[in-house]
């Protein structure tokens, strides 16, 4: 449908829309009867550290909120996870309209967005241009998004976003604890092997979707959509919604879930 046409029109989506021969790309539909509880999973352990935060800047095709991964300050690790995982970015993705803009669905259910929380494997590796090509290097956190009531830790946010709205604009951004972003209970989770979702599209993802999503309202959800992908030189503007990618084959992947 036209929803698909539009994401697809970004010129992050010209060329190869898949790695060759790739067979865990993500997103996928999380088909909820099909899921393997595995009682060996633990709950997730998150030590975020709300001075790490650095900026927050429009790359032309979401916005990304950025963190010193420098030192092992905020970090991830438990749930599927063998290794500690440093906090590098977050970022969302979102429809022009309320009925789609996630990546990952559940029994094809679609979400408003969906937050992306990532981390790389700092016990393996030393940046995250190195453990983006490595099999256990990244951990990436999915959480939905639903309209509802105002989430308040979002709003300061979303006050940092008109400062942002072109392409490649960036401003300092500090003091912001992403852990006010994951939803209460972050024990009952999906977990698979996957990829990035935008190029490089590497398969080096050990993605982690929670059960539970979280509310943000409506005027909150519209300044994520005046945002443009565009930069400020070009004649065109174009409204930055639809950053999702199309939904990706299982190719026999297990996902497995943390609850029965
Ligand atoms: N959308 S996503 O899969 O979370 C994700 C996370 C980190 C990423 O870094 C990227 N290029 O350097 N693409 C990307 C996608
Ligand atoms: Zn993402």
């Known amino acids: 449908s036209s929803k698909y046409v539009l994401s697809q029109m970004h010129p992050m989506w010209q060329g190869p829309l898949a790695v060759p021969g790739g067979d865990r790309q993500s997103p996928i539909d999380i088909v909820v009867r ?10 997730l352990e998150t030590e975020y550290d709300p001075q790490t935060c650095q900026q927050i ?10 963190y010193d991964d420098t030192t092992d300050k905020s970090t991830l690790k ?7 995982f440093r906090l590098c970015q977050f970022h969302f993705h979102w429809g022009e309209s309320n009925a789609w803009g996630s990546e990952h669905t559940v029994d094809r259910r679609l979400f408003p967005a969906e937050l992306h929380l ?3 494997n700092s016990d393996k590796y030393s940046l995250f241009e190195e453990a983006v090509m490595e099999d256990n290097g990244l951990a990436v956190i999915g959480v939905f998004l639903k309209v509802g009531k105002r989430h308040e830790g979002l709003q300061k946010l979303v006050d940092a976003l008109p400062a942002i709205r072109h392409k490649d ?13 994951l939803p209460a209970n972050t024990d009952d989770y999906w977990t698979y092997h996957g990829s990035l979702t935008t190029p490089p599209l590497t398969e080096s993802v050990t993605w982690i979707v929670m059960k539970q999503h979280i509310e943000v309202s409506h005027d909150q959800l519209a300044v994520f959509r005046s945002l443009l992908f565009t930069s400020a030189e070009e004649e065109v503007q174009k409204s930055m919604v639809n950053n999702f990618r199309v ?13 029965t």
Not at 57 to 66: A, I
Not at 169 to 181: A, M, N, Q, W
Not at 247 to 259: E, I, K
């Open 34 to 43: 099909k899921s393997v509880f595995d009682s060996k999973l633990k709950p």
């Open 169 to 181: 604009s960036i401003v300092e951004f500090t003091r912001f604890d992403p852990g006010c972003l």
């Open 247 to 259: 939904q990706q084959p299982l190719r026999g992947r297990t996902v497995r879930s943390s609850f």
């Open 78 to 84: 438990g749930g599927p996870l063998q290794d500690k």
């Open 57 to 66: 800047w429009n790359n032309g095709y979401s916005f990304l909120v950025e």
């Open 118 to 120: 990532v981390h790389w």
